[in-house]
C-alpha cells in the first residue's frame, strides 16, 4: 500500500523533475484526461444496452449446433471450437 511517506516522496521527485511553475500545468492536464476517460467510459456503458438487441437477434437465428459434438456455434463460424469439425454455411430455404 501507498503511505504518507510514500506521497511525499513522490511529490518531492515530480516537483524536481518539473518545476514548481510546471505543477499547476501539470495537474490540469492530468483532471482534463481523466475528464476525458470518465466521458469516454460512460459513453461505453451507455452503448451496452444496445447490444443485447442485436445478440438476441441473431441468437434466434443462430440456433446452429455442431454435427459432430452438439456444441452451440455463431452464425458466423466456419468450424466447431470444440472439436473442429468443418460446419456448413447457413442455408437458405426457398
Do not use: N, Y
Request: charged share 20%.
Amino acid at each position: 500500500m501507498i503511505g504518507s511517506q510514500d506521497l511525499v516522496v513522490g511529490l518531492v521527485i515530480v516537483l524536481v523533475l518539473f518545476g514548481a511553475k510546471k505543477l499547476p500545468e501539470l495537474a490540469g492536464s492530468l483532471g482534463k484526461s481523466m475528464k476525458e476517460f470518465k466521458k469516454g467510459v460512460s459513453e461505453a456503458t451507455e452503448e451496452e444496452p444496445v447490444k443485447p438487441e442485436t445478440s438476441t437477434a441473431a441468437a434466434a437465428s443462430a440456433a446452429r449446433t455442431c454435427a459432430s459434438c452438439s456444441a452451440p456455434l455463431e452464425p458466423d463460424w466456419a468450424h466447431c471450437p470444440q472439436c473442429g469439425t468443418a460446419t456448413l454455411a447457413k442455408s437458405t430455404s426457398g
